[in-house]
């Protein structure tokens, strides 16, 4: 009948579909196991080392992941620590007061400054000019007494009216020289050569007032710069002082260094990997042999055997519509409609 062939082939399925069911999670089961263990083997596992210097721990929360680490300094290091510390609260206090102590170079550098603008404010041409009245008004009483000797010695020798050397015309249109006497020629030519060296030497007053006022302005900038680097100096033992405070850390710190270096290189991917592909590969091996069910095989394999789906369909099995399962089997219904 093709009521008991579905049949036997609906069930073959459900126990073939229980099968693979139970299959696939005993292969999920397994899969996850092998990352397990490869993740165990491949956990950082961090040892606990004391040196000389001092000594490091670690700490696991239950599960045995890492939860915390930490490093003590052995007693002598942490004496010395303390010693440099101290040394260091000392010269960070002197370099609070550097400022102060440092602060009369801005004033100096202020006056300076004022000094070097009173310089500036005159130009060359007229610090020459001063400069030249200066000179002459120094020099005139002694040139009229000379003027004045001179007159009473032509006077005495009678030439005091005798007139010589003149000169037309300069090139320019500028008047030539006056006739006078010899001496009272060389007497204005000592003056006017005397008188041209007072003008260079004004010329080079005047651009040597400008180099010193300049010079006054780069003399405070200096003093400026002196107060920074006094400054930036006053730090430099307690840098020094800090500095050896941090080595002393960084030697204490060493076991803790130790101990992550011997956990990174205990750590073993390849193992690791090893176990993951070994125990995936045992799973997908095993799980055509886990999804086998032998009767679920021959209920399908029957359902589908064509002598067996014509047996029933002839009835070699005694199965009739007044059979057991026909109207004589007092059910109050013919069953045998169900396989037609």
Do not use: C, H, W
Request: hydrophobic fraction near 40%; avoid cysteine; charge should be neutral.
């Amino acid at each position: 009948m093709p009521f008991i062939v579905a049949g036997a082939s609906l069930l073959g399925g459900f126990m073939q579909g229980k099968s693979s069911e139970r299959a696939a999670r005993t292969q999920a089961n397994a899969q996850m196991e092998a990352a397990r263990l490869a993740a165990e083997e491949a956990r950082f596992r961090p040892v606990g080392v004391t040196t000389r210097f001092g000594s490091s721990q670690f700490q696991t929360d239950p599960s045995g992941r890492l939860s915390g680490a930490s490093y003590e300094l052995s007693p002598e290091l942490k004496a010395y620590q303390d010693r440099f510390r101290a040394l260091s609260g000392g010269a960070l206090s002197d370099a609070e007061r550097a400022r102060s102590q440092y602060a009369p170079l801005t004033g100096a550098a202020s006056s300076l400054y004022g000094l070097g603008e009173q310089y500036l404010a005159e130009s060359p041409e007229q610090v020459a000019a001063k400069y030249m009245a200066r000179q002459q008004d120094l020099l005139a009483p002694s040139r009229e007494r000379q003027m004045a000797q001179l007159q009473n010695q032509l006077f005495q020798q009678g030439r005091g009216g005798l007139s010589v050397g003149a000169t037309g015309a300069r090139p320019s249109g500028a008047a030539g020289l006056g006739a006078t006497t010899p001496e009272m020629e060389a007497y204005y030519n000592a003056l006017a050569q005397q008188d041209a060296q007072l003008a260079t030497q004004a010329q080079q007053a005047g651009q040597e007032q400008l180099k010193f006022g300049a010079g006054l302005f780069g003399v405070g900038s200096n003093l400026l710069d002196q107060y920074q680097q006094g400054q930036v100096g006053a730090l430099r033992p307690f840098e020094a002082y800090f500095g050896q405070e941090k080595a002393i850390e960084g030697v204490g710190q060493q076991p803790l260094d130790i101990g992550i270096n011997i956990g990174a290189k205990g750590m073993s991917p390849s193992a690791a990997n090893a176990l993951f592909t070994g125990g995936t590969n045992a799973a997908g091996t095993m799980a055509g042999a886990n999804a086998y069910n032998p009767l679920a095989t021959a209920l399908i394999s029957g359902s589908q055997n064509p002598q067996l789906r014509n047996a029933f369909a002839a009835n070699d099995f005694g199965v009739g519509p007044d059979s057991y399962f026909g109207k004589s089997s007092g059910f109050g219904f013919d069953i045998s409609k169900l396989f037609s």
